[in-house]
């Protein structure tokens, strides 16, 4: 979760800002050669961000009212890691938009990964009072406040993130962190099954949810929301294996052996993984005598 509420903020306002501009390039490329906003979201959903770079720089000289080709440049070089020339065009949307209140909270974030802490909280509160329908901004908010271990702030932040947007899944999950650090498991369990509703693709609450149903011994429960965060990302090895463990302790052991196996192969301690399997391929042939036995002794009393 180191990141997440950083690179969350950048997603979501993409979702905002560049799926709906990419409907529209898609819809009305006739809208002229000097539509570089629009080529340049073509070129960036199409992985050519150099050439989104160049449509964007066109876009600002053409139109330098727009915010939008400013804001998704910023967040290019800000993905890039060119910090300060990101932060130049998050300051100078700030200055010509103030209620544009995403660039105000990814350069918070900028001052927060720099060390500029007292900036950053400035910046975030600026960002949550840009703009007062914005649920994203009071949940990045939220995030810092809680990295600061400030949960009764962090807590009120969230839901007003909430109050906003009561389908803000980003502000579910951030009650539900506020709640585990108190020790309110069934809270927070709450909490994370309300972001894994409004945002599916969640990963991370789906593996915190899966956790405490373990810890609750609901193996069965949190073996369905694993089987689920696996399939969200069939490459992260420890889900594989924390699965595989519990379908061993389910009984499930063919499955298991696959989990723990798919959990191999993507990289997971090789150690971990062969003891694991082991065991599962022990139990396993133990139970193919049984049944051969069974079989066995069927056939002599039907004779």
């Known amino acids: 979760m180191a990141n997440k509420?950083?690179?969350?903020?950048?997603?979501?306002?993409?979702?905002?800002?560049?799926?709906?501009?990419?409907?529209?390039?898609?819809?009305?490329?006739?809208?002229?050669?000097?539509?570089?906003?629009?080529?340049?979201?073509?070129?960036?959903?199409?992985?050519?961000?150099?050439?989104?770079?160049?449509?964007?720089?066109?876009?600002?000289?053409?139109?330098?009212?727009?915010?939008?080709?400013?804001?998704?440049?910023?967040?290019?070089?800000?993905?890039?890691?060119?910090?300060?020339?990101?932060?130049?065009?998050?300051?100078?949307?700030?200055?010509?938009h103030p209620d544009y209140s995403a660039a105000l909270s990814n350069l918070a974030s900028i001052q927060e990964k720099q060390g500029r802490t007292a900036e950053a909280e400035k910046s975030y509160r600026s960002a949550v009072a840009a703009n007062r329908?914005?649920?994203?901004?009071?949940?990045?908010?939220?995030?810092f406040l809680l990295r600061l271990d400030r949960l009764e702030e962090a807590d009120e932040m969230f839901r007003e993130a909430l109050r906003r947007d009561s389908t803000c899944g980003n502000a579910h999950f951030g009650l539900g962190s506020v709640a585990e650090r108190r020790g309110k498991q069934a809270e927070a369990l709450r909490s994370y099954k309300e972001a894994m509703h409004y945002n599916p693709s969640d990963l991370d609450a789906h593996l915190r949810a899966a956790r405490l149903l373990a810890a609750q011994g609901k193996?069965?429960?949190?073996?369905?929301?694993l089987r689920k965060a696996c399939d969200l990302d069939p490459d992260r090895a420890e889900t594989f294996l924390t699965l595989g463990r519990l379908l061993r302790e389910e009984g499930t052991l063919r499955e298991a052996s696959e989990a723990v196996e798919h959990a191999k192969s993507r990289g997971a301690p090789t150690l971990e993984c062969d003891t694991e399997l082991?065991?599962?391929?022990?139990?396993?042939a133990d139970e193919a005598a049984s049944a051969c036995g069974q079989a066995a002794s069927g056939k002599e009393t039907n004779r």
């Open 278 to 284: 082991s065991g599962l391929y022990r139990r396993l």
């Open 133 to 143: 329908d914005d649920a994203y901004a009071a949940a990045q908010f939220g995030y």
């Open 5 to 96: 509420d950083l690179r969350a903020l950048k997603q979501a306002v993409r979702t905002a800002l560049i799926l709906p501009a990419a409907v529209l390039a898609l819809a009305g490329c006739a809208s002229g050669p000097a539509d570089h906003y629009a080529r340049g979201v073509e070129h960036y959903d199409r992985g050519r961000i150099q050439n989104a770079v160049a449509e964007y720089r066109s876009a600002i000289r053409t139109n330098p009212d727009d915010p939008r080709p400013r804001f998704n440049l910023a967040v290019i070089y800000q993905d890039e890691g060119r910090l300060d020339e990101a932060e130049k065009l998050y300051r100078s949307i700030a200055e010509r």
């Open 219 to 225: 193996r069965s429960d949190a073996v369905s929301i």
